[in-house]
Structure formats: C-alpha cells, structure tokens
C-alpha cells in the first residue's frame, strides 16, 4: 500500500489471524499492516511498504490500547 492507493475494508471482520492485512488502531493512530504471529505468540504489524526500512515493526503487548477495526479486502492502486 503506497500513497495515494485506496483500501477497501471489511469492518465486520475484527478477528485476525496470522497473515491478514488490518486497519488498526494503536493509541488513537490507525494503522495499515500485516498483521504476524511468530512462534513464541510474539504478536507484531509489520509494513510491506516499498519504503519498508523506515518502519520498523510494531510489536504488541497486552498493555497496549491496540484494536483490529478490520481487514483489508481489496487495494486500488493510485
């Protein structure tokens, strides 16, 4: 998902899993990412952004205000 792009979302669907692409919402700011789950349950968004290297991935903790407000079902590129 680069600038300019569209994201079409499924709101309804809050329960991700391994793999999906999300709309989330970390401290108040949304975010678009992949959503993973590695070995140790060590949940994480990471960005697939051409300009991956300068985001770094956000690792969640139990006491993070973070919520999925849905997937990513569909992206227009610009």
């Known amino acids: 998902i680069e600038n ?3 994201v079409i979302i499924d ?3 809050r329960n991700a899993k391994h793999g999906d692409y999300v709309l989330s919402i970390i401290d108040g ?3 678009l990412k992949k959503f993973i789950v ?3 349950d ?3 968004l990471v960005s697939e952004s051409k300009s991956q290297k300068h985001y770094k991935p956000i690792f969640l903790h139990e ?3 973070f919520m999925i407000n ?3 079902i569909s992206v227009i590129k610009k």
């Open 4 to 6: 300019g792009d569209f």
């Open 11 to 13: 709101s309804l669907d």
């Open 29 to 31: 700011c949304a975010n």
């Open 38 to 40: 590695d070995r140790n």
């Open 42 to 44: 060590q949940k994480m």
């Open 63 to 65: 006491a993070d205000d």
């Open 70 to 72: 849905g997937k990513i």
